[in-house]
């Protein structure tokens, strides 16, 4: 139930919308005829006049959940605050203020909200501005698009989801405006997950090397998604400029300018962006497109526990209705390849235990990937904080670590005691290294190098932590 003071403009357009969305009303005011009004829209109504008492007998201001001070005389306003926060100390109170200079004594009195005419008339005027430049800019999108006969989408090199669903939704858009477009990337799909997603939803992108990169200019736009600037990727022809940029990354580094840019830092993913898009521009989304998109919000959201914005939870309500929660299904647990689990359970069957660390080695492997997830197995064993894994491919050793250890900053380690062999980087919780085969002794046995290294890199480990190898300091 909603008291309100002031039966007035706002006070009678405030009761209006309270009762159209069902609630029970009861305004309060000095003037009869301001009172019958709200009594016509359904409203209790209750005469009183603060300029002559304070003394509200009758009316059971604890019983209110909401309390809305909306009349014209600011002192009045500052009794019936004081009154009601007094009487009522759980109460959402609510007050109109005739400029921003009261708002902290009104605070202090109790209120948990001021409204005034220049805070909320600039609002207005920012929330149009958005709007309005949101809209302009769709109209510009199409117009682009209706003038041209192709299109090329570039994703960053190694593309995520949240890039492929994104550049889809683009090529969506563009094709129903006629226009053929291809997506192209430089680098590689890692990631089970992400393989499973294009696999599963039968998308169609062009891997290009760099020196096929010319193939770009033969499109009358090139747009790049999911990324502000060109560092993310190496197919760019250097001649060429951008028609298109449609991101959510904040960048300190150069900005390049295109003809259509929408770059919205604050949003999750590009995929809400373009979610956007596909709604305002009316385009049936199908099955596959909402699955992936939904999937790339998800991702770069780490499922709504990192920075999202209302449009985020927009664009996922959109979605919903039009996803196959079976394959979003499979996509989140992709199945574990075949190869990955060798190296899963060769990762378990070699590891062995230092107190709380765990060090494995796997021998030659074919994927970074499979060391990367033998090491985050690994540190899920009980009493284990620290995990190394140990993997040859080709010519190269590989070592991938994991700390969940609180003093441990496991990439600080991993550098000092792998960047002199080769090249060593990571974060607190995870690192990696990179050391050629030809730093270690040569021998034609595999078998007989696959122990050496394996040696060599854990003794270099626990020299690096000061310990002997038994894992105690
Ligand atoms: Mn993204």
């Keep these: ?107 202090k009195l109790g209120a948990d909200f001021v409204v005034t005419p220049d805070r909320s008339m600039a609002q207005i005027i920012i929330n149009q501005l958005e709007l309005s430049s949101y809209w302009r800019n769709k109209d510009l999108l199409r117009k682009m698009l209706e003038k041209s006969k192709s299109l090329a989408i570039v994703m960053h090199d190694n593309p995520d989801p949240d890039a492929m669903s994104s550049s889809y939704a683009l090529k969506a858009i563009a094709e129903s405006m006629k226009v053929n477009s291809d997506i192209y990337y430089g680098g590689e799909i890692g990631h089970e997950g992400n393989k499973m997603m294009v696999e599963l939803l039968k998308w169609d992108f062009k891997k290009i090397t760099e020196h096929k990169k010319y193939i770009l200019r033969e499109y009358d736009l090139i747009a790049l998604i999911d990324m502000p600037n060109l560092s993310n990727t190496t197919i760019f022809p250097s001649e060429l400029k951008p028609d298109i940029i449609i991101d959510h990354h904040y960048t300190e ?10 770059i919205r830092p604050k949003v999750g993913a590009t995929a809400t962006i373009m979610t956007s898009y596909l709604r305002d521009f009316g385009i049936e989304v199908n099955e596959q497109l909402a699955t992936g998109l939904m999937y790339g919000i998800l991702v770069d959201t780490n499922n709504f526990k990192r920075n999202f914005e209302k449009e985020d939870t927009e664009a996922v309500y959109y979605l919903k209705p039009k996803i196959n929660k079976e394959l979003l299904n499979i996509i989140e647990n992709p199945n574990i390849s075949s190869i990955t689990l060798d190296v899963l359970s060769k990762a378990i069957n070699n590891k062995k235990i230092y107190d709380k660390y765990v060090i494995s080695n796997v021998g030659y ?33 590989f070592v991938s670590a994991r700390s969940r250890d609180q003093v441990i900053d496991i990439s600080k380690i991993i550098i000092k005691a792998f960047s002199k062999m080769g090249s060593a980087g990571g974060h607190m919780n995870f690192a990696a290294a990179k050391i050629s085969i030809g730093a270690f002794s040569y021998t034609e046995d595999r078998e007989i190098l696959v122990k050496i290294v394996g040696d060599k890199i854990t003794e270099n480990f626990f020299k690096t932590l000061k310990l002997n190898s038994k894992g105690s300091m």
């Design 1 to 107: 139930m909603s008291l309100i003071f002031g039966a007035g403009k706002i006070g009678y357009a405030v009761s209006l919308v309270l009762k159209k969305r069902g609630k029970e009303v009861v305004v309060i005011d000095k003037n009869m005829q301001a009172l019958n009004r709200a009594e016509t829209i359904g409203c209790k109504t209750y005469l009183f006049d603060f300029t002559k008492s304070f003394n509200l007998i009758g009316l059971n201001i604890s019983k209110f959940k909401e309390i809305i001070i909306t009349t014209s005389d600011h002192k009045v306003n500052i009794e019936a605050l004081k009154i009601s926060r007094e009487l009522n100390k759980e109460a959402l109170i609510i007050v109109n203020a005739p400029s921003s200079e009261h708002i902290s004594g009104l605070k």
């Design 253 to 262: 580094e150069e900005k390049i300018n295109a003809e259509f840019t929408d």
């Design 365 to 397: 492997v074919e994927t970074k990937e499979s060391l990367s997830q033998s090491a985050d197995l690994l540190l899920k064993l009980e009493g284990i904080t620290v995990s190394l894994v140990i993997g040859i491919i080709e010519d190269h050793v």
